[in-house]
């Protein structure tokens, strides 16, 4: 039998590695349906069986052309390139089409009931919970459904894909990257419908600006070159706006700071907090300097933004909600259902924490709302210099913010055990760790309320919360990125077991 295998085991090893297409393969594919996610799924009968096609940003009813970047036995997952044929519901815009708004011809009702479809999906099916509908109460959209964005990010590359004729040619570029690409990107023209519409109107005049200083845009491949990144912040409460001009240190004598500064000025006026200018010579697609530095060349490094009636100043690199109107929608959820655990008179000793706080938006939110102790904790330390520097300029002091870790919280502070009455947590994109989900567990709260950015990580967690005793009770979605497959939900858990 050895012998036998030996002799044929490489031809056994070819044919379970046969896959149906090869990677980087193009194909053109009809979209039936959608997953979670924003993945089109298109649908094939091969000789082997049924075979399914996963295209991120495709929406059923398109013809699509897609490229290989995983192929199974079963399935493959492709990149998209091109809409060859719209949808029957989408509809013209007078915006440019841009990779970052995969929907934006899809009607806003529509994009809702996909997002509201694929997400319940993942609670009953992940999740186990065997009739959501009894807890799912709604979608809140978002107030905006164009030029909503509050910071925005566009490239500069030696390498110009032009749509018309599906060409790469060289040039000065600065736009936002090609679909499935990391090299080349599409020139901006004018406005896109998500950010500001006089800064994206204005692309090719800076284009035009930065070419005519002789310095080189990035290449990618090659690794060099001057100009890098544009990333532009501003403040929806003031209009004002904040400006880093991402370069790499080759050339840098002869780039002209004064003349970039006189020239923004004049263009932007009034309208204009501050310019950067970030140095960075790392090798990678990264607007942030790991080595190299960022100044500021002109004005204020940071914009003043309002999330209701309390102020937050925010710096380029800091987290700060895209959407600041919807998330004063989702806050307003999240303050809601941790008030109503606690506001009662025989709760007065009880206290609310808000986990993985970053810099105390809600939990000051929730300090003003209650006028109750608010324990804010994350593990960042600067994110918690933060906090408190914005909890003391809005004049909020019923709120103490610990740098600290989930698990060890308790045992730093034994005064607290026993009454957290209420969580709120907002974690990262990428959800709970197991081991920090345990730890959170362990503080004992009679609910939580979880916000996830992303429910597939919401949903893969209820089954711990089951097991020790938490019960889904409600469960809303935000809208809060119109023309993107992105969707929040707000979960409220309680303890109706206590183990």
């Known amino acids: ?69 995983k192929c199974k036995s079963k399935y493959a997952e492709c990149k998209l390139e091109d809409v060859i044929q719209r949808a029957p519901e989408e509809v013209s815009i007078p915006y440019q089409e841009i990779p970052g708004a995969p929907y934006a011809h899809l009607p806003i009702a529509i994009q809702h009931t996909l997002k509201e479809k694929t997400s319940l999906d993942l609670y009953e099916r992940i999740g186990g919970v065997e009739d959501i509908q009894e807890c799912y109460q709604g979608l809140i959209a978002s107030p905006s459904h164009w030029h909503y964005r509050n910071k925005m990010e566009y490239s500069f590359s030696s390498i110009i894909h032009e749509p018309a004729s599906n060409e790469k040619i060289d040039g000065f570029g600065l736009g936002f ?143 700060f909600q895209t959407n600041p109107a919807s998330a004063e929608r989702l806050y307003d959820e999240a303050v809601n259902e941790a008030m109503a655990a606690i506001d009662t008179d025989s709760n007065q000793d009880k206290l609310i924490m808000d986990l993985f706080c970053g810099t105390g938006t809600i939990a000051q939110l929730l300090a003003r709302a209650s006028g109750r102790k608010i324990i804010g904790v994350d593990i960042v330390e600067q994110a918690i210099i933060d906090a408190k520097k914005n909890a003391a300029k809005n004049d909020i002091s019923n709120v103490e913010f610990y740098a600290a870790d989930v698990g060890k919280f308790l045992l730093e502070y034994p005064a607290y055990k026993g009454k957290i009455q209420t969580i709120v947590l907002d974690p990262p994109r990428a959800g709970i760790s197991p081991k920090t989900l345990r730890k959170v567990i362990r503080l004992d709260a009679e609910r939580l309320v979880y916000i996830s950015c992303n429910p597939a990580t919401q949903a893969r967690d209820i089954a711990t919360l089951n097991e020790f005793g938490y019960q889904l009770i409600k469960l809303k979605f935000v809208d809060q990125f119109p023309h993107t497959a992105h969707v929040e939900a707000i979960g409220v858990f309680e303890k109706t077991v206590q183990l």
């Open 1 to 69: 039998m050895f012998a036998i295998y030996r002799a044929f085991g490489s031809t056994f090893a070819s044919v379970r590695k046969e896959r149906l297409f090869r990677k980087n393969e193009v194909l053109t594919l009809n979209i039936e349906d959608i997953a979670h996610g924003g993945k089109g799924i298109a649908r094939l009968q091969t000789e082997r069986g049924p075979f399914v096609v996963f295209v991120q940003n495709a929406i059923p009813g398109q013809q699509v052309r897609a490229r290989v970047s």
């Open 177 to 319: 990257k090609r679909r499935g690409t990391w090299w080349a990107i599409e020139n901006l023209e004018g406005d896109s419908g998500l950010f500001d519409a006089d800064v994206e109107n204005a692309m090719k005049w800076l284009r035009l600006w930065f070419e005519q200083t002789g310095l080189p845009a990035w290449h990618p491949p090659k690794r060099e070159g001057f100009f890098r990144f544009l990333v532009v912040r501003k403040s929806i409460a003031s209009q004002r706006l904040l400006f880093n001009l991402v370069t790499s240190s080759d050339g840098l004598p002869s780039f002209p700071t004064a003349a970039f500064i006189q020239a923004m000025t004049d263009r932007f006026g009034d309208r204009l907090q501050g310019i950067l200018h970030t140095i960075n010579d790392d090798k990678g697609e990264r607007v942030e300097a790991r080595a190299g530095n960022s100044s500021c060349i002109f004005g204020e490094p940071f914009v003043t933004e309002k999330l209701h009636g309390l102020d937050f100043d925010v710096e380029m690199a800091s987290f």
